[in-house]
């Protein structure tokens, strides 16, 4: 009875299915239906590869060494920095700093940033963000008294802009938002948010965990001051990320960590920074990691992404139309701009029982507050389910995570 499963758009998502070997797994004896892209995703080929190549060939811990394989590990390392860059369509790779995620690109902002705030100053977030961009700012409330003032989301699970607007006072020192949420699927306008708060005289931080994975990026298109993304959710390694800073940011700001490699000269009576980036880079990094997410950059570009967007769109339409045949179950996000995420509760059944029971049937989905409390409280719930979809999705697993949705729901309601 389910129509014809292929979905006719220039992208072919069979073909890159199978440089995911752990796309041919079977859970409980059925086909893997891997539909938790926005908690991590899978990794081709060429990112393990990349990783595992370091490690056997030429691993040593880089910037510091006078040999050959830390001169080797030392250049693909920064190849990687070039490789961000390049991807983020910033000015320089002295503009990117690695991190291990977007949780400590943005605690790093948060915490240099907050040096310069005193009692009073507001920090301007929205009902939408990931917990990441949330507590780092926290920190600040409770340990400066700084005021966070909040942008309301619609119940269309949008931005609203004349509110955020609004927000804007002359005590109104910074503004950190998600580019695409994680929940909602919801794209924010980056460039028009940017615009308002420059307008202020305000700088602006995106959240671009999921938008990097999802959208071409152009930083000086959107013109914001600084930009966070992680590379596990971008077919790369975890424990890897970048922040993007605008222009001269970096120079200006307090460094963060104190350690190894970000230092010029260190004696009894004081320090030297080394240059940005190093400045914010303590400590030995994540190597192999790092070289791991340049390697999956090449990867993602390499894609036709413009059909990459076209086909995970097609497949969020075919989800959704099923899912609004479902009775009593409330679709969360149906904003104009949205990426391919699906979340919803359906009355009567939790969403952990849901997607426990969807797990019998070989689907991977994700339930619960998607670390974002305060959206939850905003629509009054306290988890949704979610399903989330990446490039090697395709329109079969969509009609098997239908299939296996109604069979869950008959076994709870
Ligand atoms: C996953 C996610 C984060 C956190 O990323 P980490 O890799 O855990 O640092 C932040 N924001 C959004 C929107 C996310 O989806």
Same mark, same amino acid.
């Given at each position: ?110 915490? !240099? @940033? ?182 999956? @950059? ?83 719930? !306290?988890?949704?389910?979610?399903? !989330? ?25």
């Amino acid at each position: 009875m389910t129509a014809p499963a292929r979905i006719e758009t220039l992208f072919d998502p069979y073909a890159l299915r199978a440089e995911f070997p752990i796309l041919k797994r079977e859970i409980n004896g059925k086909p893997l239906v891997y539909l938790d892209n926005a908690a991590s995703a899978q990794k081709p080929e060429a990112v393990i590869e990349a990783v595992a190549d370091v490690w056997r060939h030429s691993y040593a811990n880089v910037h510091r060494g006078l040999h050959t394989l830390a001169n080797e590990a030392t250049e693909a390392f920064e190849a990687s920095r070039a490789k961000v860059a390049r991807f983020l369509g910033a000015a320089r790779p002295q503009e990117i700093v690695f991190t291990k995620g977007a949780t400590e690109a943005i605690n790093l902002v948060a915490a !240099s @940033i907050g040096e310069t705030l005193v009692e009073g100053d507001e920090i301007i977030l929205s009902q939408m963000e990931h917990h990441s961009n949330i507590v780092p700012w926290h920190f600040l409330r409770e340990r400066k008294g700084v005021v966070i003032k909040w942008v309301p989301v619609t119940e269309d699970g949008a931005l609203d802009l004349d509110a955020y607007e609004a927000l804007f006072t002359p005590r109104t020192r910074f503004v950190s938002l998600v580019h695409m949420s994680n929940v909602l699927g919801t794209v924010n306008p980056a460039r028009r948010l940017t615009q308002i708060a420059h307008a202020h005289g305000v700088p602006i931080l995106f959240d671009g965990t999921q938008a990097a994975v999802h959208l071409p990026l152009d930083m000086r298109e959107i013109g914001c001051d600084f930009y966070a993304f992680t590379g596990h959710k971008l077919y790369g390694p975890n424990g890897v990320g970048a922040l993007y800073a605008a222009g001269d940011w970096l120079e200006r700001m307090a460094p963060w960590q104190g350690g190894g490699e970000m230092i010029a000269e260190v004696s009894e009576t004081g320090v030297v920074y080394a240059d940005p980036p190093h400045k914010f880079e303590a400590g030995t990094p994540v190597i192999a990691e790092v070289i791991g997410l340049g390697a999956a @950059i090449d990867w993602v570009q390499a894609l036709d992404r413009a059909g990459v967007m076209a086909h995970e769109r097609a497949l969020l339409d075919r989800v959704e139309a099923g899912l609004s045949e479902i009775k009593g179950l409330r679709l969360f996000g149906r904003a104009q701009d949205k990426g391919a995420i699906a979340s919803f509760t359906i009355e009567g059944a939790h969403p952990h029982d849901l997607a426990q029971i969807m797990d019998k049937y070989g689907v991977a989905v994700r339930a619960g507050h998607h670390c974002a409390h305060p959206l939850m409280q905003r629509y009054g719930v !306290s988890g949704t389910v979610r399903a !989330s979809f990446a490039a090697y999705n395709t329109a079969e697993e969509a009609d098997a995570f239908l299939e296996a949705l109604r069979k869950s729901i008959t076994f709870l309601i």
